[in-house]
């Protein structure tokens, strides 16, 4: 009987360690919104609510406002969005639905591997190599063409809130596309092949017994895609411009709210700079745990066990 | 056609626009080509210019010696490479045992809605942008410090690996087959030693790959580097120094104005990108041989995982 009092024991204690091991999820989500909430409490006593609508950021004379960052982050990740969510649900089709079957690996493969690619990378091929051709080839030409509409007037700079745009959009190409492919994956076989039977084109049955299932789950995936979009840092500080304005301009230099924390927070020089600082980082919190927990309810419950997301 | 009910969309599927359709389904399946082209297509010019640019500057110096001053041309990133392999090496030995440990409770204990709510918040947690990750930890570590340093590095990344392996190791722990487990209690050996002995040592190969994948994205992190780590011209001798990391040694030379750094910014970024996908495709041919289908998937939300066990040899006794 010894032993298996032994075991017992033994049982016990390994389930609390494996329990408080599991449980530090909780802290840290709490240890994320204290450290912040602490840091950012000077400003929120000093600015209150202004902080949110104020266009100001004068570290000079201890002015902040976080507008111009809001504004910069959601432009930039609506123009990755923009150019993403279409660009990814096609080729999740095309992995799951249209591509020959010796394709569909190695086309995953790739996709799997530019979802490896450390951020800072892309933020290096997208100043030396993507700004340039954009100033030099691709803005011009859409000034010509689209020139009428206000985005796209006013001088061509290199690094602006459309490269920004851009570069979050071949950051998050990769994430939609494999969540939206396990998706459409899950969809089950029979709805397909009622699709066919009734004499479908493989387009008619990608569109109606597919992608109207799976609605739920894509939009799951695209939100996903937003969370992680607007908290992208260093490939987006790296070709936005930094430059804290409103503008309509496309052309011209912006700042998110990741890259300004990126740029200033270790020369923040005033406890209420850097606290400034803090509330910015709790403001980009706020709003990607909110979006992570949206997309995370949209993707559970749309399939069941067959879908489970991680970011 | 009858078939079409008056709640599923309509789609006139009559004889008379047959072609039509025809045309309209060759349209689509070209345009989501040109669409997974595209998709495709940054990869393909990324490890292009990588190769490029960042080859030439690789020489043994590159990899034995430190960084030049601003000025003088040669000089390599000894000390960045080193720091990133301490950097994840002191990270692992925060973020591994707490995440397999909590991954055991999550496949191994049922308690459903408690394990939901660990499971989502992992999952939220998981979303945290990294760059919050350095605010926290700054707040945490180097303002009590007054400093940066290698400890504040490694613990942003340790932190930031808790939940992504607690995810990877749960869901291979999960393809044991429960049989395994009742055999292994059937012959009255503790719960926790079945656990160790039969189901983590059955999925080792899976968590060990989790692990691996959960090292190689946080190797290529920069953000939370910033303010923990800060790096470092030489090299670093204490926990209590700040440290240089390839990352950030990558985003310092590229936003400087030498040529001679950026030409380094490009052989480190080559250097850094090879080890990360060397661990990736490394990672997939190991488990490809043994396993019969895909490897946990964590730098890849939403993958699911479904690998084969192979049975544990001789645990029986």
């Known amino acids: 009987m010894d032993r298996s009092d032994a075991g017992r024991f033994g049982d016990r204690a390994f389930k609390g360690l494996t329990l408080v091991m599991a449980l530090s999820v909780f802290v840290l989500i709490v240890l994320i919104g204290f450290e912040l909430a602490r840091g950012s409490s000077t400003a929120i006593r000093q600015f209150g609510w202004r902080f949110l609508i104020s266009s100001d950021w004068d570290p000079v004379n201890e002015k902040f406002g976080a507008l111009p960052f809001i504004f910069g982050t959601l432009v930039s990740s609506a123009i990755g969005l923009v150019i993403a969510v279409p660009l990814s649900i096609a080729t999740a089709v095309y992995l799951t639905e249209l591509a020959p079957q010796w394709l569909r690996q190695p086309l995953t493969l790739f996709i799997e591997l530019l979802?490896?690619?450390?951020?800072?990378?892309?933020?290096?091929?997208?100043?030396?190599?993507?700004?340039?051709?954009?100033?030099?080839?691709l803005f011009p030409q859409l000034q010509r063409f689209?020139?009428?509409?206000?985005?796209?007037?006013?001088?061509?700079?290199?690094?602006?809130?459309?490269?920004?745009?851009?570069?979050?959009?071949?950051?998050?190409?990769?994430?939609?596309?494999?969540?939206?492919?396990?998706?459409?994956?899950?969809?089950?076989?029979?709805?397909?092949?009622?699709?066919?039977?009734?004499?479908?084109?493989?387009?008619?049955?990608?569109?109606?017994?597919?992608?109207?299932?799976?609605?739920r789950g894509l939009f799951g995936a695209v939100i996903l895609g937003l969370g992680r979009a607007l908290g992208e840092t260093m490939a987006v500080t790296m070709?936005?411009?930094?430059?804290?304005?409103?503008?309509?301009?496309?052309?011209?230099?912006g700042y998110t709210l990741a890259s300004v924390v990126a740029n200033e927070f270790s020369e923040a020089t005033t406890d209420t700079y850097l606290s400034a600082l803090f509330e910015i980082g709790l403001v980009l919190l706020g709003v990607t745990v909110l979006v992570n927990a949206l997309a995370q309810v949209l993707l559970k419950t749309f399939?069941?066990?067959?879908?489970?997301p991680q970011n | 056609m009858a078939g079409c009910t008056a709640t599923a969309p309509r789609v006139e599927m009559t004889a008379s626009n047959h072609r039509w359709r025809k045309a309209k389904n060759v349209c689509m399946q070209t345009l989501a080509f040109m669409c997974a082209a595209l998709v495709i297509l940054p990869l393909l010019l990324v490890l292009f210019h990588l190769l490029s640019q960042g080859a030439s500057s690789i020489n043994w110096a590159f990899f034995t010696q430190l960084p030049k001053p601003v000025g003088e041309v040669g000089g390599g990133m000894a000390n960045a490479i080193a720091g990133?392999?301490?950097?994840?090496?002191?990270?692992?030995?925060?973020?591994?045992?707490?995440?397999v440990l909590g991954g055991i409770f999550l496949s191994e204990y049922t308690h459903r809605r408690l394990n939901r709510w660990i499971r989502f918040t992992a999952d939220?947690?998981?979303?945290?942008?990294s760059i919050t990750w350095g605010m926290v930890v700054y707040g945490l570590v180097v303002v009590p410090m007054k400093g940066f340093s290698t400890l504040a590095g490694a613990l942003v990344l340790g932190l930031m690996m808790i939940p992504l392996i607690m995810r990877t190791t749960e869901e291979v722990l999960q393809l044991v087959p429960a049989g395994y487990r009742e055999a292994a209690l059937a012959l009255g050996i503790a719960q926790w030693r079945m656990i160790l002995q039969i189901v983590v040592r059955t999925a080792m190969k899976g968590v060990v790959t989790g692990v691996l994948l959960a090292l190689a994205r946080v190797a290529g992190e920069t953000a939370p580097l910033l303010f923990t780590a800060f790096g470092n011209a030489y090299w670093t001798h204490r926990l209590t120094e700040p440290i240089a990391a390839l990352p950030l040694q990558i985003f310092n030379y590229a936003i400087s104005p030498y040529d001679d750094w950026h030409r380094q910014a490009w052989a480190g970024a080559l250097i850094l990108i090879f080890?990360?996908?060397?661990?990736?495709?490394?990672?997939?041919?190991l488990t490809r041989d043994r396993f019969s289908r895909t490897a946990p998937q964590i730098l890849m939300p939403g993958h699911h995982v479904a690998t084969e066990v192979q049975p544990p040899h001789g645990t029986a006794g």
């Open chain 2, 124 to 129: 939220v947690v998981n979303g945290v942008p």
């Open chain 1, 303 to 308: 399939a069941g066990p067959g879908v489970k």
């Open chain 1, 115 to 137: 979802a490896a690619v450390p951020s800072v990378i892309f933020g290096l091929w997208g100043i030396f190599v993507m700004v340039p051709w954009l100033s030099g080839n």
């Open chain 1, 146 to 215: 689209l020139g009428r509409l206000p985005w796209f007037q006013g001088p061509i700079y290199g690094p602006s809130l459309l490269a920004g745009g851009i570069i979050v959009a071949i950051m998050i190409l990769p994430m939609i596309t494999s969540v939206s492919r396990e998706i459409l994956r899950s969809v089950p076989g029979l709805q397909r092949e009622a699709a066919y039977a009734l004499g479908a084109t493989r387009w008619e049955v990608t569109r109606i017994a597919v992608l109207s299932y799976a609605r």
């Open chain 1, 239 to 253: 070709v936005i411009g930094n430059s804290p304005q409103i503008v309509k301009s496309l052309f011209a230099p």
């Open chain 2, 84 to 99: 990133t392999f301490i950097l994840i090496s002191l990270a692992s030995l925060l973020g591994v045992p707490v995440g």
């Open chain 2, 275 to 285: 080890l990360v996908s060397a661990i990736n495709l490394g990672v997939r041919a």
